[in-house]
Nanobody, 125 residues
Framework: QVQLQESGPGLVEPSQTLSLTCTVS??????????WHWIRQPPGKGLEWMGV???????YSSPSLKSRTSISRDTSKNQFSLQLRSVTPEDTAVYYC?????????????????WGQGTQVTVSS
């Protein structure tokens, strides 16, 4: 069974860059089956899809976040990462990485096969 684990700082100052990494176990991020996603949930709000990286390293990001978001991977470590630039307190959320078959609609947030446990990120000075 695929396992995902997020890691990164719990506190980021406004205007800085948030960097998170998702480590994948028992599954390869280069296999042509799953796509690897980032999702977040601000306090009191629903899940928000942020972006995805596919087995071929192609990436797609939410239009509302695209100008501030980068998604990359390190195949030697079987990890993929999220960078969110110029953060504000509105970026405070629990951040998740997740996986689902790559042919699924990328923006849906209710059909993932696997989730990480989530990591709380607070943007504050």
């Amino acid at each position: 069974q695929v396992q995902l684990q997020e890691s990164g700082p719990g506190l980021v100052e406004p205007s800085q860059t948030l960097s998170l990494t998702c480590t994948v176990s028992h599954g390869s991020i280069t296999t042509n089956y799953y796509a690897w996603h980032w999702i977040r949930q601000p306090p009191g709000k629903g899940l928000e899809w942020m972006g995805v990286i596919h087995y071929d390293c192609s990436t797609y990001s939410s239009p509302s976040l695209k100008s501030r978001t980068s998604i990359s991977r390190d195949t030697s470590k079987n990890q993929f990462s999220l960078q969110l630039r110029s953060v504000t307190p509105e970026d405070t959320a629990v951040y998740y990485c997740a996986a689902k078959p790559h042919w699924y609609l990328i923006t849906r947030t209710d059909d993932y096969d696997y989730w990480g446990q989530g990591t709380q990120v607070t943007v504050s000075s």
